[in-house]
């Protein structure tokens, strides 16, 4: 009987492995060294990687540092399946979201380049930990480790080196056409399984799958779509794009981390992929928006960033008030808003704030429509009308029939009734 030996990806230790102390130091250096790497990027300058010897002197000195810590014995606390997955996966997690929070539009698109390299990379590798030894675990970890810090270090920069040289020249002109074709088959899609018959046709044909085989499909819906609309996002200039599939890799990142661990435990109940599937889709589509729902409702609170969510939406309302309206009517709205938001007086009271907001609305110096003159009818004669005497006169002895005669003395008006 050949035993399957699964790793736990968010602990990097084998289910039989690592003691508790193990785990508990492991995880007290993988915090340590995240928190290293998250205050080395906020303090570095970018360069968008343009120094080639940046680059030799970056891989040097890791594969230095991953040979000689490999062959000391804390070596696997430093390189473990928890601190490349902090590195690889959470810290980016934070800062996309705290780049879609943030007024700074650019570090939308510098980190949607990492995911459609990084994020992609951290979920089809995920497999290799159950072929790889104990002795060779330390080596995969390392590299991983050093990969995912070498795409966004800002001296490195390599998501964006690979962006500029492959994604864009190559990948992307290719893959636009492609997307639209898939926005297509994805509607149809969709309205096909709204069909109950056709639902329950494709969930029994799932059920019967082997296991790997549904993570296999899982893992395929949730990146396969979002890869590809990302790179024509990236590739496009405007910015709601980058943020609509920033804000999905955010909480696909934290969707596939809970599947990866649970599985290893609840991973044979029948659904479970299922059910994977379904969440992806809901956050994937544009019909369900549930990327925005999570990330506002869920991930910024935890995240500490409602205040930068705001101030990020405040701009953003500003920026379509300037395209909607003309500037002279942008002005005005600009400042009743700020009158509106200037104000001191007690803010609980809902209706205090409706009054508020409608005094500003109607107090609001909006230009007047064009003055409309009405035409002059002074030197218009009305025709004169002369008397009216109306008198009826039976001229048949038919009842049915009956003329009315008006008119002057002179003229009548004869009307059969």
């Known amino acids: 009987i050949v035993r399957r030996r699964?790793?736990?990806?968010?602990?990097?230790?084998?289910?039989?492995?690592?003691?508790v102390v193990d785990a508990m130091i492991s995880s007290v250096v993988s915090i340590g060294m995240v928190a290293g790497v998250a205050v080395l990027y906020h303090t570095t300058e970018r360069n968008y990687g343009k120094c080639i010897n940046t680059h030799a002197c970056y891989w040097g000195v890791m594969v230095a540092v991953a040979i000689v810590v490999a062959n000391v014995?804390?070596?696997?606390?430093?390189?473990?399946?928890?601190?490349?997955?902090?590195i690889g996966a959470w810290l980016p997690i934070y800062e996309s979201i705290r780049a879609v929070c943030s007024p700074d539009e650019r570090d939308d698109k510098t980190w949607l380049q990492y995911w459609m390299v990084g994020g992609i990379f951290f979920v089809i590798t995920t497999w290799v930990d159950d072929l790889t030894s104990s002795q060779t675990d330390i080596y995969w970890h390392a590299f991983l480790f050093c990969f995912f810090l070498w795409l966004y270090y800002p001296k490195t920069d390599g998501a964006y080196i690979i962006y500029e040289k492959i994604t864009k020249p190559y990948l992307a002109p290719k893959v636009k056409p492609f997307a639209t074709d898939m926005d297509n088959m994805i509607q149809n899609a969709y309205a096909m399984?709204?069909?109950?018959?056709?639902?329950?046709?494709?969930?029994?044909?799932?059920?019967?799958?082997?296991?790997?085989?549904?993570?296999?499909?899982?893992?395929?819906?949730?990146?396969g779509y979002p890869l590809v609309s990302s790179i024509g996002a990236a590739v496009s200039e405007e910015i709601e794009d980058d943020t609509y599939w920033l804000t999905y890799w955010s909480c696909y990142g934290i969707l596939f981390i809970t599947m990866d661990i649970l599985e290893n435990w609840i991973g044979w109940i029948p659904g479970f992929y299922a059910l994977v599937i379904c969440a992806s889709v809901y956050l994937m589509l544009p019909m369900?928006?549930?990327?925005?729902?999570?990330?506002?409702?869920?991930?910024?609170?935890?995240?500490?960033?409602?205040?930068?969510?705001?101030?990020?939406?405040?701009?953003?309302?500003?920026?379509?008030?300037?395209?909607?309206?003309?500037?002279?009517?942008?002005?005005?709205?600009?400042?009743?808003?700020?009158?509106?938001?200037n104000e001191h007086e007690d803010d609980k009271d809902p209706d205090k704030l409706k009054n508020e907001l409608m005094t500003g609305y109607s107090n609001m110096n909006i230009r007047q429509l064009p003055a409309f003159s009405m035409p002059d009818f002074s030197g218009f004669k009305?025709?004169?009308?002369?008397?009216?005497?109306?008198?009826?006169?039976?001229?048949?002895?038919?009842?049915?029939?009956?003329?009315?005669?008006?008119?002057?003395a002179n003229e009548k008006t004869h009307i059969l009734v």
């Open 6 to 19: 699964k790793k736990t990806m968010s602990t990097g230790t084998e289910d039989t492995g690592m003691n």
């Open 288 to 341: 369900f928006n549930g990327a925005d729902k999570v990330f506002r409702k869920v991930l910024v609170p935890l995240a500490g960033l409602k205040e930068l969510l705001m101030l990020r939406d405040a701009i953003m309302i500003k920026k379509q008030m300037l395209k909607d309206l003309d500037p002279e009517r942008a002005e005005f709205v600009r400042k009743a808003i700020a009158k509106f938001y």
């Open 73 to 86: 014995p804390f070596g696997k606390y430093i390189f473990s399946g928890l601190s490349y997955t902090l």
């Open 193 to 223: 399984l709204m069909n109950v018959a056709h639902l329950w046709i494709v969930g029994l044909f799932f059920v019967f799958l082997p296991a790997g085989l549904k993570r296999i499909v899982a893992i395929a819906i949730g990146t």
């Open 382 to 408: 009305m025709p004169k009308v002369p008397s009216i005497t109306s008198f009826m006169k039976k001229t048949n002895s038919d009842d049915n029939v009956s003329v009315i005669s008006a008119g002057t």
